[in-house]
């Protein structure tokens, strides 16, 4: 919360050493506009959606994750209709941001190639889950990663929602980081660079 695309772009860079580029793939690091957020007593924060608290036990602010499941909509479209095929799209994030992509995916583009989360999780009762007990189709996979150390995102809630997902028929791995706290490390992006490569192969990108 509060980040912003370019920040989260400089961040890995800097965990890294350096960009996370891929020859054959395109990556777009989006920002999220400012709303009033409740966990900050409504102020101003560039934050994906509105939560009535941070836990996982209390109802969705649906609303506002239904506004940017539209808005993110256009920005795969954009990509579709610049030639990219839709099974050859990843989409993820940290935090916030991965609570975001499970909605995007799991509920409206389950034609995606796969989601990546990073110290994420969806509430209890989440419309991400709703929406899979009513579905029968191929699912994107699901690559999630978790810190045990996390003092706001509980691994817990990380744990149990990777347990629904499976329940509900995604293919998902839970990757767990001891001593990891709300943050990224370089293990971390390593794994999920491997983990992108193996879902968009570069011989793929060649024939198409």
């Not at 839709?86 to 799991?106: P, V």
């Not at 990546?116 to 989440?126: E, G, H, T």
């Not at 929406?131 to 509980?154: I, Y």
């Not at 347990?163 to 293919?171: A, C, D, F, T």
Request: charged residues 20%.
């Amino acid at each position: 919360t509060g980040d912003t695309g370019q920040g989260a772009r400089t961040w890995i860079k800097r965990i890294l050493n350096q960009d996370m580029a891929f020859q054959h793939i395109k990556v777009i690091y989006p920002t999220a506009p400012a709303r009033p957020y409740t966990p900050m007593k409504g102020a101003f924060s560039t934050v994906w959606f509105d939560r009535y608290k941070i836990s996982n036990d209390c109802p969705e602010h649906i609303e506002s994750i239904d506004l940017m499941c539209r808005g993110l909509t256009d920005l795969i479209n954009d990509e579709i209709k610049n030639g990219i095929a839709k099974n050859r799209i990843l989409i993820g994030g940290f935090s916030m941001g991965g609570g975001m992509a499970m909605h995007l995916a799991y509920r409206f583009h389950q034609d995606l190639a796969g989601v990546f989360v990073l110290s994420s999780f969806l509430n209890k009762d989440s419309a991400v889950y709703q929406a899979l007990k009513r579905n029968d189709s191929v699912l994107p996979e699901l690559f999630q990663c978790h810190g045990t150390a996390d003092e706001l995102v509980l691994y817990a809630w990380g744990e149990e929602t990777n347990e629904m997902l499976k329940s509900l028929g995604v293919s998902a791995s839970l990757h767990t980081f001891p001593n990891l706290n709300h943050e990224l490390s370089r293990t971390e992006i390593e794994r999920l660079k491997t983990w992108i490569l193996k879902k968009l192969p570069i011989e793929a990108a060649k024939t198409n």
